[in-house]
């Protein structure tokens, strides 16, 4: 019986030998050396798990660094395409001062033709004025040269009051028709001067105004340009960006191809382990000896610590082996990190919180130099069981379901003690 269990078993070996050979050459990973004992067996998994573990870390942390570098790219995208657009406001913006300049330069040209006529309206009204000064100033000169003598004369002929009177209002009318006529003039220019200045004011205004808008203009073509700059530095930023991504994409794929082997190779450890232990059980049987594979009761008795948290160490070792489920609670059919812990505990009475992260502040804190079987060892994101002797009992991934490893197999963020 014994002989054809060896036998088989060397077949296994001899079976596994051969697909650790056909993977050894993977960058990375090397075939492991043959185990004789379970122990030697168990140790090559818990390496192959470690290396496992290292290289999922390593797309976790590529996976992160992706997942910035996503969220920088579609920032920046999203940064390029305002500044597009904001280039294309400025765009709209000139187009429109343009536009206004021309404008005002037809208005400025309108006034200065307005300005031109209204010049020569004032100076024909100057002149006009001038003209019709000269002629009072004649009559009067004539009126005073000729017209006193003949009203001496008149009066001293005796030709009457009334005809001196007549002559001397004759000559009042005609001063007051110079003196109105003149007013009139100096009103008219006075006017067009005053419509000559609001028009040279209107010009003056207009190319102020043309100044302004070709001031802005200049100011918008000067941000049409820092934008563009602006633009091609962005554009240079996504490109690099992109080259990160690319770069982070093929380590990701390189690395998950190195996952790919070294599960496998776990998987053939594992198949190889469980043929150890199942010739090793039927050897003790029938030697008559009682001996279980998943059984860790020498060293967690060998340990310091209560009789409750040895009792809670050695419940949890009995599911060993079982299957490792998302969001699992099931100690037989699966379970997950934080489910495994809640349903140990739970067992003994305890309540805990569901996640590891909130396992994490159940309890009370100690040194893990002061570790005793049934503490909780807390990591980042997982959460395992202490069992004495520096290892933990846990469910540590979907590939290896609940087994035992190092509790520094991983950093240690915090021991609790429940009970």
């Given amino acids: 019986m014994r002989q054809l269990s060896e036998t088989k078993g060397h077949r296994i070996k001899v079976s596994v030998l051969c697909v650790l050979l056909a993977v050894s050459f993977v960058p990375g990973f090397s075939k492991p050396a043959g185990a004789t004992t379970i122990a030697e067996l168990q140790q090559q998994i818990e390496e192959q798990q470690n290396k496992i573990n290292s290289i999922q870390d390593k797309i976790g942390d590529l996976s992160d ?20 657009t904001s280039i294309s406001l400025k765009e709209e913006a000139i187009e429109e001062k343009i536009e ?13 033709a307005e300005i031109d006529k209204t010049q020569g309206e004032y100076d024909q009204a100057v002149e006009d004025e001038e003209y019709q000064y000269q002629c009072m100033v004649t009559r009067t000169r004539l009126m005073y040269e000729k017209g006193s003598f003949g009203l001496v004369d008149s009066f001293m002929n005796q030709q009457g009051l009334g005809d001196f009177l007549n002559r001397m209002d004759y000559m009042e009318s ?20 005053a419509l000559w200045d609001k028009l040279e004011q209107e010009k003056k205004d207009l190319e102020t105004e043309k100044e302004q808008l070709i ?10 340009l820092a934008l563009q700059t602006q633009k091609t530095e962005l554009d240079a930023s996504l490109k690099e960006l992109e080259k990160q991504s690319s770069s982070y994409s093929a380590q ?12 496998k ?15 090793e059980n039927r050897r003790n049987q029938a030697a008559n000896q009682t001996y279980s594979t998943t059984s860790y009761t020498d060293i967690i008795n060998a340990a310091n610590g209560s009789e409750l948290g040895k009792k809670i160490a050695q419940f949890a070792c009995q599911y060993i082996g079982n299957p490792y489920v998302y969001g699992g609670t099931s100690l037989t059919n699966g379970t997950d990190c934080s489910g495994f812990t809640y349903r140990v505990y739970q067992n003994f009475g ?15 804190g100690v040194e893990y ?7 909780l060892i807390c990591y980042s994101g997982h959460v395992g069981i202490y069992i004495g002797d520096g290892k933990i009992v846990h469910a540590s991934s979907s590939t290896t379901g609940i087994i035992v490893s190092k509790a520094t197999y991983r950093t240690i963020l915090a021991v609790r003690r429940i009970i």
């Fill in 174 to 193: 005609i001063y007051q028709y110079d003196y109105k006529k003149q007013q009139e003039l100096k009103d008219t220019r006075e006017k067009i001067k």
């Fill in 215 to 224: 001031q802005i203009k200049t100011s918008l073509e000067q941000d049409k």
């Fill in 350 to 364: 305890y309540t805990l919180p569901r996640t590891s992260t909130e396992q994490r502040s159940s309890g009370k």
């Fill in 65 to 84: 660094q992706m997942a910035l570098l996503e969220e920088q790219i579609d920032d920046l995208n999203s940064e390029i395409l305002n500044t597009m």
């Fill in 252 to 263: 990701i794929a390189k690395w998950k191809q190195e996952a790919s082997v070294a599960t």
């Fill in 100 to 112: 206004q300049i021309g404008v005002t330069e037809t208005n400025i040209q309108i006034k200065s």
């Fill in 265 to 279: 190779l776990l998987k053939q450890e594992q198949r190889e382990l469980k043929n150890l232990q199942d010739a």
């Fill in 369 to 375: 130099s002061e570790a005793q079987p049934g503490d």
